[in-house]
């Protein structure tokens, strides 16, 4: 199995890109296509040593970067390290694409070139939420903002599916995110999404257990958490930001006298534990879903570990066939 | 000036409800009316003992419980302390109206009976969200799902009117919570509403300071933080989730092993600290906004300090004139 890896993708690339490339080479049995400029990723190979074979590059001139207009940049930038990684998939020369880099530009290069899976309509985002019991794929998290209710229901077979094949869960629980837990709630898509969930569910084709409020979105009552792209994006930053202005906080104040100051070093190991709980790296990235291609996206501020876990992914999705099961099992309905 | 308070709309009902109106009887110079059973109310005020001159009870003989479905409630029990509550504003009894009580019952009752102030497409709830700098204001939690982009920019109009009245702000910054902070991110109604308040900024009538992402909500970059109910609801209740599942977290991997339990020992005070920081009950309810009479409803898990408080911030309400203001300035342009 080849993966082609955007070895400029992360804030901090080429580095993490290219030593999380490598360990997963070493460790995963897969063969790496580095798509990047060929002498800073050579240069920074050279550094690692000991390079595995199954190690390649891809080169290109260009870079996207962070703050350009998505499609423009797609559209523009022919030979940059996002669009010649996902023509890879296309091409055949690699199985998945992995990128750390900007998340907009990857979706439109994705979904541009690698085209939807016939009778999906609209590919979606899924983001692994982390919770002290397990992670919750989040669907969409930022792909479609307004969204139909046969959007969300793909977004919730497609997460169904994704969650059997990564996460190795049979039955997971899924679940619609709303403004109340009652059938009745929810807007005008969310209404008529359950409606069509619940058909599913009576078919024995999913395992939706029905809405789920925000607050309960960390205590793990789902597996797969539907909503369209700009709510999921919202809850999940707004997830993120909390967890960081908490964390900020009690790190100020406890440095704000020296008895919680000897508090807070022999608590450390405690706040460690928290911190690894919650430890994106730990489920590597964003699947893309609904395209015709394994596309895994990371965040920028990934690091090694990041990387080499958002491979692991992609190669998991690609041992289990999931594009296969997406075609031949969430297209709509006659 | 004279004050309804639902005696019987806390989880705890009628005991913070009946004591914080006594406090802040106390404390504020107001008249308080408790609705509520007669009994009840009078064996709470006799175990207070002291009870000032301003208050009085207005007896009810029905009760609506939270899991009702609020409309057929509010339809139904004509005599609970949720609609005579209302109607005690509505017939000139009360200046005001406070519950801690079932919120949909508490919506329905007030813009069925207070109705729609004129030339408001919808009334909002708002809701005051604490941050390490500071409230802001996320304004609509739950009042209404699918919003046109007039309503939206109503409830930025309105959220400006509390938060001047109540947090005393003279410019407070107005943001659309979205996907995104660039203009063209949101989804349809929020890109819409973007442009008319941005109309609004050019002329002087707010000062909009564009989109904000959920990571940005707890860092205080705006005071009032606009969203539809379905969005709202979904980003306040996620962020309270994610502080509770956080603290809870923190709290048992500090019990875990003594050394750890020691140093959570010394580290309370900071803890505490934190705690206070974003303590809702000081902040007081939540305002429903844009019907014809000063409305506040509070968390059921309120305990007194959170009762006194929100009938400071209904007072408040009352002598800055927000109905009048609302009246005169939130109306559409021709």
Partial sequence: MKIAVDAMGSDARPVPDVLGAVEAAREYDVEILLVGPQARIQQELDKIGNVPAGIHICNVTQEIAMNEHPANAVREKKDSSIVVGVQQVKQGNADAYVSMGHTGANLAAAIFHLQRIKGIHRPALGAL????????????????????????????????????AVLGLEKPRVALLANGEEDIKGNQAVQEAHALLKQRAVRNEINFVGNMEGKDVPAHLADVIVADGFVGNIALKTAEGIAKMLNELIRSEIKSNPLSMLGG??????????????????????????????????????????????????????????????????????
Same sequence: chains 1, 2.
């Fill in 129 to 164: 939420f982390p919770t002290p019991k397990g992670p919750s794929l989040l669907i969409d998290v930022g792909a479609n903002t307004d969204c139909k209710p046969e959007w969300l229901e793909q977004f919730a077979m497609m997460g169904q599916v994704y969650v059997r």
């Fill in 265 to 334: 070093a022999l608590a450390m190991p405690a706040f460690n534990k928290v911190k690894k709980i919650l430890d994106y790296t730990e489920y590597g990235g964003a699947p893309l879903l609904g395209v015709n291609g394994v596309v895994i996206i990371g965040h920028g501020r990934s690091n090694h570990v990041a990387v080499k876990n958002a491979i692991r992914v992609a190669k998991r999705a690609v041992e289990t066939n999931i594009l296969e099961t997406i075609r031949n099992g969430v297209a709509p309905r006659e």
